[in-house]
């Protein structure tokens, strides 16, 4: 609070300190003083600020008293009184009415309380608040309604999209006078009664989910906010993308809480800090948190594809990390590699990140890549869990955030209303081990829901813009800001795995390793000689190669899986394997992406095998893709998952 301010709410306390005091029960409310009464024969509360606002300015709340109470409670803080009179099962009836015109004088006239209030209304409160308006559109300073009734017969009637409640429908037509017949022409709801809101000029805010099917928004919300608009009405809606009817509210209330600071005279000044976010909850979750940095030596790695190899976004944390911590000597080590997933992190996770030794802090994301490569949700957990796993299992202490990108096909399935498979069962993971994470994917179709930017012209591509890559990192720094790095440096607990056969003890196992090879050579630094793009690190390096059918070779390993890092180019073809004499299976090397790239592909043969020493067999067939052009195969490494 400014000193200017601090003068104005000093002469609000003076203004109002010779207000009478309230009757009734004085208890607390989340620390501050409360009252409960009886007035007009109905239940009242009102509680009081700490130190009052000028003008003694409130906000009146219908039904659900402490329900979703987070605007209140940011209101308190600035100096308004809450007031609540339980007129429940009136419906904001002429009834109703009454009684709050009873309360509102004993307020106003007793207590000192500003002759207009802020009206605010959940559900079927809608009824209430904009009925009491209607009547006394000068005692109103502005409406906030979430998820508000504003026709009877869309709820409790049940006569459109909604289900209705039967028993509160009996209930509601009684207290109206009314039969199933005379409510098809019943004139007394909120939709009907604008005109004179509209005229006094009082603003709206509606906060809404757009697939509540209790109150649909299409018969309540967005009827309303079309005929208030045409009759010259200002009105905001916040319409949370697949939001039902739960949870009210926003879990930072700041929007809510500026609309009516905005709209109360003399604390317009008070106005918040613009949230970060557009519907009120942002897109981390700290679970374990995050642990400070030492005053030396520290080691941050990115583990991740392509928009990690590529930077951005990674070098903005690095800056935010060397501010926050300016006596900290950070390494940071980019473990980016474009093409790869949650299954190859695991089998390479030693060579790329363990091996650099500590460290402090490390960042994994695979979520576009494990979708875009097509992965199973089988295969999209176990990788994922492997690389936690087998980092916890190495070093307890270590720190993971991991992070899910956003691609246009989760877009598509965000604006369904589902949860993207691939962020789904890395939150398994995260959930399972206590890690953050941060659903970056939900953030960027959120934005653009709210219109905040677009993908064609503002992020581009899965491989994001500069401004893609600010939005990531400000998302990192929200969740860097939110830990405040204060967990303690411990080892972490261990918990049972998720899925026995996750890739835990990934390594990776050189391609001469193979024997009794005929038809393969092992060229010492493969290249393509198709003009084919490449992936660094899967190129002038040594490979196992075969071109022809008939190719065959021998592995020995111990473990308790076993498969292929390969380079799946135009010419890749079908393999057949088979473990210590099993029957033979096949597998197509080829891949969507391979007529253009010699792509990095992790083929998993057998994730189960009995822990122990094992052989595999392979053989090129005769056979392959149509769409390929020849029957090679070429083996950067084997992948070998060892014993627990």
């Not at 329900?67 to 409670?73: G, I, N, R, T």
């Not at 299409?218 to 739960?246: D, S």
């Not at 592995?555 to 390969?566: A, H, P, V």
Request: proline share 9%; charged share 20%.
């Amino acid at each position: 609070m400014n000193a200017v301010q601090r003068m104005v709410m000093a002469a609000g306390i003076a203004a109002s300190a010779s207000a009478a005091p309230f009757p009734g029960t004085q208890t607390q409310w989340f620390g501050w003083p409360r009252w409960d009464f009886e007035h007009d024969g109905r239940r009242c509360i009102v509680v009081a600020p700490t130190n009052e606002a000028p003008g003694r300015p409130w906000i009146w709340r219908a039904r659900f008293w402490g329900h979703e109470p987070q605007a209140d409670l940011a209101l308190l803080r600035l100096g308004y009184h809450v007031a609540h009179m339980d007129v429940a099962e009136m419906f904001g009836s002429p009834r109703a009415v009454a009684h709050w015109d009873r309360f509102h004088e004993l307020l106003v006239k007793e207590h000192g309380f500003a002759p207009r209030a802020a009206l605010e209304g959940m559900s079927r409160g809608g009824l209430y608040i904009y009925n009491w308006a209607a009547a006394n559109p000068g005692k109103v300073t502005c409406i906030y309604a979430d998820a508000p009734v504003l026709d009877i017969r869309s709820w409790p009637g049940g006569k459109g999209r909604g289900p209705g409640h039967s028993p509160t429908w009996a209930a509601c037509l009684k207290e109206f006078g009314l039969t199933e017949e005379t409510a098809k022409d019943f004139r007394g709801n909120p939709l009907d009664r604008l005109e004179p809101l509209a005229r006094a000029g009082i603003p709206l805010l509606h906060v809404c989910g757009e697939a509540d099917t209790v109150v649909p928004i299409e018969e309540n919300t967005l009827l309303l906010a079309q005929r208030y608009r045409e009759l010259g009405g200002k009105i905001t809606v916040i319409a949370k993308p697949n939001g039902e009817h739960h949870p009210h509210s926003l879990k930072d209330p700041a929007r809510i809480v500026n609309f009516i600071l905005e709209n109360t005279p003399r604390m317009e000044g008070f106005r918040q800090p613009d949230p970060p976010v557009p519907y009120g909850a942002d897109y981390f979750t700290l679970r374990g948190g995050l642990s400070g940095f030492p005053a030396g030596p520290a080691r941050v790695v990115f583990l991740g594809g392509s928009i990690t190899a590529g930077g951005g976004w990674r070098d903005h944390v690095g800056e935010s990390l060397r501010r926050r911590f300016p006596s900290t000597q950070f390494e940071f080590v980019n473990a980016g590699i474009p093409s790869l997933g949650s299954t190859p992190h695991a089998f390479r996770l030693v060579r790329d990140a363990l091996s650099k030794g500590r460290i402090d802090l490390m960042f994994v994301e695979a979520a576009v890549n494990d979708e875009t490569n097509g992965m199973t949700p089988e295969e999209m957990l176990r990788g994922m869990e492997g690389v936690v796993r087998h980092a916890r299992a190495h070093q307890p202490d270590m720190d993971i955030v991991l992070l899910h990108f956003a691609d246009p096909g989760k877009t598509k399935t965000l604006a369904s209303g589902a949860t993207p498979v691939v962020v789904a069962q890395h939150e398994r993971v995260a959930g399972h081990y206590g890690t953050p994470s941060i659903d970056l994917a939900r953030e960027v179709f959120e934005r653009m829901h709210a219109g905040e930017f677009t993908w064609e012209k503002d992020f581009r591509d899965l491989h994001p813009s500069p401004f893609g890559h600010r939005l990531y990192a400000a998302s990192i720094d929200r969740l860097f800001d939110a830990s405040g790095f204060a967990a303690p440096r411990r080892a972490r607990p261990m918990p049972a795995p998720l899925d026995p056969l996750s890739y835990d003890g990934g390594c990776l196992a050189p391609p001469e390793s193979a024997r009794g090879s005929k038809g393969w050579t092992l060229d010492p630094a493969w290249g393509p000689t198709d003009g084919k793009g490449t992936r660094p690190g899967y190129v002038r390096v040594p490979m196992m190669v075969a071109s022809e059918a008939g190719a065959e070779l021998e592995f020995d390993f111990t473990g308790r899986g076993i498969g292929l890092m390969i380079a799946s180019g135009p010419d890749a073809g079908i393999v057949e394997w088979s473990v210590d004499g099993a029957p033979a299976q096949r597998r197509d090397l080829f891949t969507q992406w391979s007529p253009q790239l010699h792509l990095p592909w992790a083929v998993m043969l057998d994730p189960a095998l009995k822990p122990g020493p094992h052989t595999l067999r392979l053989r090129m067939t005769a056979e392959k893709n149509p769409k390929s052009a020849g029957t090679a195969c070429r083996i950067v490494h084997f992948l070998v998952n060892v014993s627990g």
